[in-house]
């Protein structure tokens, strides 16, 4: 099963300063993509597959600064952050690997 996620809406939050600032949300489907899902990056989209198989696809999450937080209709979430921490990158051409020198 693949979800697309429907259009970003915009949330109030509070920071500390006790100021409003205007931030994106993403709803998810359910709690199993946001706690037990693997991120993965396609192009400027977000692609969250849960434990099922199942997929949801934030279209361009990476498009957007800052990217939306990931939220449950609980208010349950993660920040763009904490999304960046959880997402697997493939490796690119400028990795270098420690070990024996070549020669």
Do not use: C, K, W
Not at 27 to 47: K, R
Not at 59 to 71: I, V
């Amino acid at each position: 099963m693949h979800i697309q996620s429907p259009n970003t809406t915009i949330n109030p939050a509070h920071n500390g300063t006790h100021t409003s600032e205007v931030r994106a949300t993403s709803l998810v489907p359910d709690a199993s993509y946001l706690l037990a899902g693997e991120y993965s990056q396609s192009g400027f989209d977000l692609i969250i597959t849960n434990p099922a198989g199942e997929q949801f696809v934030v279209a361009d999450y990476f498009a957007q600064d800052p990217p939306p937080n990931l939220m449950l209709a609980s208010g349950v979430g993660l920040s763009p952050e904490m999304v960046r921490a959880l997402l697997h990158l493939p490796f690119t051409d400028d990795l270098l690997f420690a070990g024996p020198a070549a020669g």
